[in-house]
Each structure stands twice: as structure tokens, then as C-alpha cells.
T-cell receptor, first 115, second 112 residues
């Protein structure tokens, strides 16, 4: 079945540091890929998405590129802020078939940014 | 206006009780979901509901049942609550099965 593997957290960075959170996936078809963010005490918010190979999703300074050859969708940001402290989830949705009704999530990576 | 809203935000109840969590979306979406987030933040799909088509994750106990009075609502009813049901439950919606999902704020259920 489909699966998403994220780097283990927690990740602690100083403000203005470069961020990479690795995400790889296993899927039978050609999934759409997503990054969601969960701020403390809140629900999940869509951060960015990519629906086909080589697409780059971007939002709020975050970027991720859909790499079919490496089945990866790593999240990056050039300069993190304290307000970026949250849990980040990588997710996929199959494009068709039985798996297309659900988002499959990774286990989440907690990011803490210190001043 | 909140796009996907859940009530209550917190729910504390005793083992054996029956409880419901309500969810409403004002996005005009056709598909709604319930997810469970455990203490380790792992998210797992419980139900998907689209135009009266219900897809159930086979691992969900039949004590859990979704109820949809109309397209904008998908409530979660839980019978005979157990300690292991304690978690955060998220409602979500999407335009269809292919687009991104929008999540509610979550309901933290604590069974004592």
C-alpha cells in the first residue's frame, strides 16, 4: 500500500537557519503530494502541493519539488523564523483507484525555531 | 467565517458513554472525512463520505459511525467509549477525492 516516510524529529534550528525536512513516498500510481503544517493547538493547514512530476510547490517561503525518480518531496526554506515552529506533515493522495479517497500522511516532523 | 468547524473543541467523558462530535463545512465541498490523530501525532483516516458513498477504513471499530444529515455536515458518533479512543479527531473536506483537504481545528477527546 501507499506510505510516506518523513525524517524523524524533533528538529531544532536557530532563527534564519536553512531548513530541510525529508519526505519520500511509496505509491502504486502517480500521486499528488502535499505538505501540511499544524501549529500548536490548531488543525492542519495546507502549506503547499504538487500534482505531477517536476512540479514545485511554494508558499510562505517554503518550497518542495516533486521528484518522481527519487520518489521524494523534500520541504525546504531558506531562512526560518520563530513563527515557523510547528509540526509538518508530508502526505500523498493517489490519482485514481481505491487509494484516491484518502490522504496518506507521514508521521510528522516537529520543528522548533529558537531566537 | 471558519471553513470547516467542529464542536466541541474539548470533550471529556467516562468509559462506556456514547458521544457525538459535529462537523460542518461551508465550502460547498462534496467530500468529507474524519481523521484520528494519536498521542504521537500520527494521522489515520477513519471515514470518507462523498454523495452518500461511505468508505470506511477497515481498522475502525464499528462503535464509530459517521452520520451525514446533508452535504455540509458529517458528524461522528461513538458508542461505548474506551480509554484507547482518547485522541484528537479532525474533520476535513475537499471538493472531490482528488483535491486537497481542508481541516477543522480538531476535537480533543479524553476518555476517563
Amino acid at each position: 500500500g501507499d506510505s510516506v516516510t518523513q525524517m524523524e524529529g524533533p528538529v531544532t534550528l536557530s532563527e534564519e537557519a536553512f531548513l530541510t525536512i525529508n519526505c519520500t513516498y511509496t505509491a502504486t500510481g502517480y500521486p499528488s503530494l502535499f505538505w501540511y503544517v499544524q501549529y500548536p493547538g490548531e488543525g492542519l493547514q495546507l502549506l503547499l502541493k504538487a500534482t505531477k512530476a517536476d512540479d514545485k510547490g511554494s508558499n510562505k517561503g517554503f518550497e518542495a519539488t516533486y521528484r518522481k525518480e527519487t520518489t521524494s518531496f523534500h520541504l525546504e526554506k531558506g531562512s526560518v523564523q520563530v513563527s515557523d515552529s510547528a509540526v509538518y506533515f508530508c502526505a500523498l493522495r493517489e490519482s485514481s483507484g481505491a487509494g484516491s479517497y484518502q490522504l496518506t500522511f507521514g508521521k510528522g516532523t516537529k520543528l522548533s525555531v529558537i531566537p | 467565517d471558519t471553513a470547516v468547524s467542529q464542536t466541541p473543541k474539548y470533550l471529556v467523558t467516562q468509559m462506556g458513554n456514547d458521544k457525538s462530535i459535529k462537523c460542518e463545512q461551508n465550502l460547498g465541498h462534496d467530500t468529507m472525512y474524519w481523521y484520528k490523530q494519536d498521542s504521537k501525532k500520527f494521522l489515520k483516516i477513519m471515514f470518507s463520505y462523498n454523495n452518500k458513498e461511505l468508505i470506511i477504513n477497515e481498522t475502525v471499530p464499528n462503535r464509530f459511525s459517521p452520520k451525514s444529515p446533508d452535504k455540509a455536515h458529517l458528524n461522528l458518533h461513538i458508542n461505548s467509549l474506551e480509554l484507547g479512543d482518547s485522541a484528537v479527531y479532525f474533520c476535513a473536506s475537499s471538493q472531490d477525492f482528488k483535491t486537497e483537504a481542508f481541516f477543522g481545528q480538531g476535537t480533543r477527546l479524553t476518555v476517563v
